[in-house]
Structures are given as structure tokens and as C-alpha cells.
């Protein structure tokens, strides 16, 4: 009897150690970057918009790696800008091809509307943050 409780004792603690590796996030790296605050803003880069021209952004992300496992992530956010404070939020897309909901009044995406999953808020440049989703 000893020894089948003691079989399922290490057994218990097998599963247990092997559960916390699992639950372990996946890491993202992502550096938010722009052209500068004197670059001029161009007109027609809307999302969505089949054949966008990236070349044209003022601004974007770098996101290393591009893709993770469906699970825990960590995203570690920095904001590589010199002059420019930056945010990163992250929100679920059900259809990448539809717009994001947009206050025009405020020049912004509606972050309750589109399902705000995670965000690092009003990052100084150079500063980083980070949150796990």
C-alpha cells in the first residue's frame, strides 16, 4: 500500500510540475516605431484597405515572434520613438478585414467597442511596459 501511495505521490507531483511548464506564457517582443514628429501625416492609409501601401506609415510595430501557440502570452512592450508617446493595445480581430469602430471626433479607435484584451498605456519614449493576455 506503501508503495502504490508513493507512486501516486510522484506521479502527483510530475503532473504538477509538467501542468506549471504548460501554463508558461509565450513571450512576445514588440517595438512601437514612427519616422519622426516632423514627418508629414499621408492621406489614405485606412486599415483594411486592400493594397496598402506600408511604405507610406509614419508609424507602426515591429512583433517578434510574428505568431505564438494559443495560450498565456506576455507581451513586452517598448516604445523606440524619440520624440513620441506611444500605446499598444491589443484587441481580438473576429473579422481582420472589417474596420475598427473609430471616434472621429477624437482621432481614435473605440477601445470598449472593439474589445480591449490588454494595453500599455502612454509609453515615453524609449520606456517600455508590458502586460500578459
Excluded: Q
Excluded at 511548464?21 to 514628429?37: F, H
Excluded at 501625416?41 to 506600408?54: C, E, H, S
Excluded at 481582420?96 to 471616434?103: A, D, E, G
Amino acid at each position: 500500500m506503501k508503495t502504490i501511495f508513493k507512486l501516486g505521490l510522484v506521479a502527483a507531483i510530475l503532473i504538477t510540475c509538467n501542468t506549471g511548464a504548460v501554463r508558461a506564457a509565450s513571450l512576445v517582443k514588440v517595438s512601437l516605431w514612427d519616422k519622426g514628429a516632423s514627418t508629414e501625416m499621408p492621406i489614405g492609409l485606412v486599415y483594411a484597405t486592400p493594397g496598402l501601401d506600408m511604405t507610406k506609415a509614419t508609424m507602426g510595430m515591429k512583433v517578434s515572434p510574428g505568431a505564438v501557440k494559443a495560450g498565456r502570452v506576455t507581451f513586452k512592450v517598448k516604445n523606440d520613438s524619440k520624440d513620441t508617446v506611444h500605446e499598444m493595445i491589443a484587441m481580438f480581430l473576429a473579422d481582420p478585414k472589417k474596420s475598427l469602430p473609430y471616434i472621429d471626433a477624437e482621432n481614435r479607435v473605440d477601445e470598449e467597442k472593439a474589445g480591449d484584451k490588454g494595453v500599455v498605456s502612454e509609453l515615453d519614449p524609449s520606456k517600455s511596459g508590458s502586460f500578459d493576455r
